[in-house]
């Protein structure tokens, strides 16, 4: 199985930048996603990771290191719009299915004016 | 392009009652998931259909929880009975196929039990 680690609240301001970190063991590691989730909404897709380095999409980047089990997404130039829950989920080899996401219990960002 | 459609959207049952989610994925779809989400946490996958078949069911609870995809297209999540730990937002999601990266999330049904 997995363990997921991500902080479960973080507060900004408007036109910041924020970092949001994720840490993870997995045996079989296969990918790792960011998603977006508004309150009372749907998740959506926001990145993914399988490769070392940084991915790069508009404000919104996400960096995967295999070795130390750690991803992050930075959002920058914050807008009150990005104020959701932002969840970590790690696609593993080893589970039943080799395409089931695990999520973490996701980061409530809070962007203030 | 039409999203993954999910009904109802809100349901609150007694504990002991009986109780069914509708998903309809997007069109062309062939890997169909079921997710739990309960309050503060990430969705845990239930169970995962490839077609029309059973793909992992692993942390679906079976002695209560049943859940299929008949014709490989839309697909029905029961609750027989239901517990008050089952008080959850219930999400459907689609992707293209099992080895696609993108899962697409439906609206989700907000259970409530009693």
């Known amino acids: 199985g997995q363990n997921i680690d991500q902080p479960t609240e973080m507060t900004a301001t408007e036109g910041a930048i924020v970092q949001i970190n994720c840490t993870y063991q997995t045996s079989g590691f296969n990918g790792l996603f960011w998603y977006q989730q508004h309150a009372g909404e749907a998740p959506t897709f926001l990145s993914y990771n399988v490769l070392d380095g940084l991915e790069e999409k508009g404000r919104f980047s996400s960096f995967l290191s295999r070795s130390k089990g750690y991803s992050y997404l930075l959002l920058k130039e914050l807008q009150m719009k990005d104020s959701a829950s932002y969840l970590c989920?790690?696609?593993?080899?080893?589970?039943?299915?080799?395409?089931?996401?695990?999520f973490g219990s996701g980061t409530q960002l809070t962007v203030l004016p | 392009e039409a999203g993954v459609a999910q009904s109802p959207r809100y349901k609150i049952i007694e504990k002991r009652q009986s109780v069914a989610f509708w998903c309809n994925p997007i069109?062309?779809?062939?890997?169909l998931y079921w997710y739990q989400q309960i309050l503060g946490q990430g969705p845990k996958l239930l169970i995962q259909f490839q077609n029309n078949g059973v793909v992992d069911d692993s942390q679906l609870p079976k002695d209560r929880f049943s859940a299929e995809r008949l014709k490989g297209v839309d697909s029905t999540l029961k609750i027989q009975p239901a517990k008050l730990e089952d008080s959850a937002v219930y999400l459907c999601a689609s992707s293209l196929d099992s080895g696609y990266n993108e899962q697409f999330f439906g609206p989700g049904t907000r259970l409530t039990v009693l």
């Open positions: 069109s062309g779809h062939a890997t």
């Open positions: 989920a790690v696609r593993d080899r080893s589970s039943g299915s080799a395409r089931q996401l695990t």
